[in-house]
């Protein structure tokens, strides 16, 4: 004779500590991260609230971005610090201490790229009134946006390589700019929604914007470079 045997009660496996110590862990980041950034680059924060049309006096605007690299590294050092440490990241010192740490790679990595943006958005005003400016156009812009797809993708390098030189890491960055391209691209998108977004909204588009969007930055560029480090030379 046959025993009917009742179904089993199926249990429900809700998120556990871990899960929800994640999450905190990245909305506490991505906010302390604005703030940071909003401190760290005060007077261009500062200057896009009071302006009307920043559009307008862009070369005032550029050169106070001069400030953005060393945040940058002090917030991809803060993202590394997310991914190691989990839920228990502490995102202010991990900034700091990447801000102070990377300082002086960066700085002189962000002016030399602020003073080629206004090189090139100078002779991009000026040949406007010249007769071969359609075919000098292309090449200006293509020249911006591997400047600055070069000049962040070295800054993750910087954080993620504080060993290697800077010059060595230059070169893995052009590498990688030119080689993963749609990365590039990606990362151009994004960065174009951050700058518009601090146009139009300066305060709640720098509060919310920016760190979420570069995370996503920081770990493309992390992967493309973990990529190439685990390459096999020939």
Same mark, same amino acid.
């Given at each position: 004779?046959? !025993?009917?045997?009742?179904?089993?009660?199926?249990?429900?496996?809700?998120? *556990?500590?871990?899960?929800?110590?994640?999450?905190?862990?990245?909305?506490?980041?991505?906010?302390? *991260?604005?703030?940071?950034?909003?401190? =760290?680059?005060?007077?261009? +924060?500062?200057?896009?609230?009071?302006?009307?049309?920043?559009?307008?006096?862009?070369?005032?605007?550029?050169?106070?971005?001069? !400030?953005?690299?060393?945040?940058?590294?002090?917030?991809?050092?803060?993202?590394?610090?997310?991914?190691?440490?989990? *839920?228990?990241?502490?995102?202010?010192? =991990?900034?700091?201490?990447?801000?102070?740490?990377?300082? !002086?790679?960066?700085?002189?990595?962000?002016? @030399?790229?602020?003073?080629?943006? /206004?090189?090139?958005?100078?002779?991009?005003?000026?040949?406007?009134?010249?007769?071969? =400016?359609?075919?000098?156009?292309?090449?200006?812009? #293509?020249?911006?946006? +591997?400047?600055?797809?070069?000049?962040?993708? =070295?800054? @993750?390098?910087?954080?993620?390589?504080?060993?290697?030189?800077?010059?060595?890491?230059?070169?893995?960055?052009?590498?990688?700019? #030119?080689?993963?391209?749609?990365?590039?691209?990606?990362?151009?998108?994004?960065?174009?929604?951050?700058?518009?977004?601090?146009? /139009?909204?300066?305060?709640?588009?720098? @509060?919310?914007?920016?760190?979420?969007?570069?995370?996503?930055?920081?770990?493309?560029?992390?992967?493309?470079?973990?990529? +190439?480090?685990?390459?096999?030379?020939?």
């Amino acid at each position: 004779m046959s !025993t009917v045997r009742a179904p089993r009660k199926r249990r429900w496996s809700g998120p *556990g500590f871990e899960t929800f110590g994640s999450i905190f862990g990245f909305v506490y980041t991505f906010l302390a *991260g604005n703030v940071l950034l909003a401190l =760290a680059n005060a007077p261009l +924060v500062l200057c896009l609230s009071l302006v009307a049309d920043p559009a307008a006096a862009w070369p005032f605007f550029l050169a106070l971005s001069v !400030t953005i690299a060393p945040s940058l590294a002090g917030l991809f050092a803060a993202f590394r610090s997310l991914n190691d440490d989990g *839920g228990a990241v502490t995102p202010v010192a =991990a900034f700091l201490s990447g801000y102070k740490r990377s300082f !002086t790679r960066t700085a002189p990595l962000g002016v @030399a790229a602020v003073a080629l943006l /206004l090189f090139l958005g100078v002779d991009l005003v000026a040949i406007q009134s010249l007769p071969g =400016a359609a075919l000098l156009l292309p090449l200006i812009v #293509v020249a911006a946006a +591997v400047t600055v797809s070069l000049a962040v993708t =070295a800054i @993750a390098g910087v954080v993620l390589l504080p060993q290697a030189r800077l010059k060595s890491i230059l070169k893995a960055s052009l590498y990688l700019v #030119v080689q993963r391209w749609y990365l590039s691209l990606a990362m151009l998108v994004l960065l174009c929604i951050i700058v518009s977004a601090a146009l /139009l909204q300066p305060v709640l588009g720098i @509060a919310l914007a920016p760190a979420p969007l570069l995370f996503v930055i920081w770990s493309n560029a992390s992967y493309a470079f973990h990529a +190439v480090l685990r390459t096999p030379s020939n």
